[in-house]
């Protein structure tokens, strides 16, 4: 915009000069020198006393819990924890088919042993009359040798019968299959019963034991009873044959005729003869009460 009238004339700013910084006193005039010292002996003294404070309170800790500061142990054990199931789990696993191929192994060992002793038994029975008046020792570890071979043998028929009684194939009803079907958790069974109760019902007593009846009355069942027994015959002849059937004899004897008192006079072996039968013939009678009973109830269920 311009302007009308008189206009003065402005002299131009002059620029300010830079000022110098002041010079440094010499040394030996610098007061401030005593005021450093001073500052540093404060600092020197509360850096000493943080220090002093640290380590009562590092002891004081120390004395409420020794393992307050053992940040390693704390670490390891974190790290042992997340270990330990991994190694676990490779110390549990175990081949598939091992320990079933142990365990026959095993059972095959001892048919073997069984069958030795049975040829041994044989051979010696041909030699008894050339050594009948020697005398004959039967060590205890023998005799323990002998009752583990007829424990086991006696557990193998058992194991025998059962997986014979429980043969798929043989069966000519599916009632098996109706009566674990209630125990089926597909089937809406909330809990399966991992064992059997210590104390049952009369009812179900009753119905094992019409249940055994009847499966001691069939023809199978008797034949394979005959065949065990049989089984059972020839393994008491061979564990009491030859050398530990006489030392055992000869133990009799020597302990003051013993096996005579033991005797049984004929009229009181008939007298126990009879009443077997008769306790036999009265299990027989309950046995078919009990199975009458339970029909009778099974048709009033019905």
Not at 156 to 177: G, N, W
Request: net charge neutral.
């Amino acid at each position: 915009m311009k302007k009308y009238g008189l206009q003065l004339r402005v002299q131009p700013q002059q620029k300010k000069q830079p000022t110098r910084p002041p010079l440094p006193t010499p040394h030996g005039f610098n007061d401030e020198d005593e005021d450093n010292v001073e500052r540093d002996i404060l600092r020197q003294a509360y850096k000493n006393k943080t220090h002093r404070d640290v380590e009562e309170q590092h002891k004081k800790a120390l004395e409420e819990d020794p393992l307050a500061f053992d940040y390693d142990g704390v670490y390891d054990k974190m790290k042992e924890k997340q270990v330990r199931p991994i190694e676990q789990d490779r110390q549990d696993r175990k081949p598939r088919y091992i320990q079933a191929l142990l365990d026959k192994a095993k059972q095959r060992e001892k048919e073997h042993e069984i069958i030795y002793e049975r040829k041994l038994a044989k051979e010696r029975s041909k030699d008894e009359d050339l050594y009948a008046d020697k005398d004959k020792f039967v060590t205890s570890a023998y005799k323990k040798k002998l009752a583990e071979q007829a424990k086991w043998l006696e557990e193998e028929r058992l194991r025998e019968l059962r997986e014979e009684k429980e043969d798929v194939t043989k069966k000519t009803d599916i009632s098996d299959f109706y009566f674990n079907l209630g125990k089926n958790v597909a089937y809406g069974a909330r809990q399966v019963d991992s064992r059997i109760p210590e104390k049952q019902p009369k009812e179900q007593i009753v119905q094992v034991q019409v249940q055994t009846s009847l499966v001691a009355i069939t023809p199978k069942s008797s034949a394979i009873e005959k065949i065990n027994q049989d089984d059972d015959a020839n393994v008491e002849n061979y564990s009491l044959e030859g050398p530990l059937s006489k030392s055992l004899d000869r133990e009799q004897d020597s302990n003051g005729g013993a096996s005579a008192s033991e005797q049984m006079i004929p009229g009181e072996q008939k007298k126990n003869d009879e009443a077997a039968k008769d306790h036999h013939k009265r299990s027989e009678d309950a046995v078919a009460a009990a199975k009458a009973r339970f029909l009778a109830r099974k048709k009033a269920k019905v």
